[in-house]
């Protein structure tokens, strides 16, 4: 089956964050793709580091850290969004998603698929963002659970009396069931044990010491915002679907806006997936490492389909 065949007429292109980085990834794509390869190369002479061989060999845990495996996500995203592309021109056709998403970190790998940024501007704002979140994170260590099986507007009463005026809150509204929670580490503890005896069916303790997505983010957007005021944003190609309302983003301004506070808000990825659904999506490619994505949307809607890089020819697993 041609490409054409496999992503039909309405498909959008989604971008995983954080958490699905491992060890291996992108390496069969630069064995089999000199557009994905230039990609890879490019970052191990920017970095300082040889981002390649951290991603290729490990060490596993020095490439979870947050500095290492933001860049590496989106380093390896923006390689299998480059090898597809390749893959479409052999063929004869031009790529034309009908909007795109990313998932938190995804999302600025979603504003260069889009033309609102090129891959060297992304790659040394996603090392920053990393840098930034890394220090907030040292400066007032916090936390993240995910909660599963419990609903949201149940969750949220939760957090607000496990919070007792610290920073807790909803981070990532990931799909209906699984929602994950940010914030101090003693009202999170609270909340661990609040949700437990209200009956939530699993509660994970994620092995990070940084709350993403809530408000001892805080200095890390500072020092971003900073960043963001000299670099110009350019009109989408497509709309980008927003991380914190699920809604388009149509001009330089609206994205401006949305990065302003992202690593502050939460993601509502349940919102964004409804948002291109009703839009006509019926087909989205997960562009990136891992599956994460996948199984999320089947959880948010069973109708639509997800393709990996798997399904379009791109790796073996």
């Not at 998403?101 to 920053?128: K, N, Q």
């Not at 020092?223 to 699920?246: C, K, Q, R, Y």
């Not at 994205?255 to 690593?263: A, G």
Request: proline fraction near 5%.
């Amino acid at each position: 089956m041609s490409l054409s065949e496999t992503l039909g007429t309405s498909y959008a292109f989604v971008f995983p964050g954080q958490g699905s980085q491992y060890v291996g990834m992108a390496k069969e794509l630069v064995e089999s793709s000199d557009a994905a390869r230039e990609v890879i190369e490019y970052a191990d002479g920017n970095l300082g580091i040889s981002l390649s061989d951290m991603m290729f060999n490990g060490p596993e845990d020095q490439l979870a850290e947050t500095y290492n495996s933001q860049p590496a996500i989106f380093t390896a995203s923006i390689a299998a969004l480059r090898a597809l592309e390749e893959q479409a021109k052999d063929e004869g056709i031009t790529l034309a998603p009908t909007m795109v998403a990313g998932h938190s970190l995804g999302e600025f790998t979603a504003l260069v698929a889009a033309g609102v940024i090129d891959f060297p501007t992304g790659l040394r704002l996603v090392r920053a963002r990393g840098e930034a979140m890394m220090h907030a994170g040292n400066e007032r260590p916090g936390a993240m659970a995910a909660v599963l099986g419990m609903d949201d507007d149940k969750l949220a009463a939760l957090v607000d009396e496990a919070a007792q005026g610290d920073v807790l809150t909803l981070a990532n509204l990931n799909c209906p069931g699984q929602t994950v929670i940010s914030g101090a580490v003693e009202p999170m503890e609270r909340f661990m044990e609040m949700a437990k005896d209200a009956g939530a069916r699993r509660i994970a303790r994620l092995p990070i010491s940084i709350a993403s997505h809530s408000a001892l983010m805080d200095p890390a957007a500072a020092t971003l915002n900073e960043l963001f005021d000299d670099v110009t944003f350019h009109h989408p190609d497509m709309p980008i679907i927003s991380n914190a309302t699920g809604q388009p983003l149509h001009t330089p301004e609206e994205i401006r806006e949305e990065l302003r506070h992202h690593v502050v808000r939460g993601v509502n990825w349940t919102a964004s997936v409804q948002t291109m659904i009703g839009a006509g999506i019926t087909t989205f490619v997960e562009i990136g490492p891992g599956s994460v994505l996948a199984g999320l949307n089947r959880r948010i809607d069973k109708t639509v389909r997800t393709l990996s890089l798997k399904d379009l020819g791109l790796t073996a697993a």
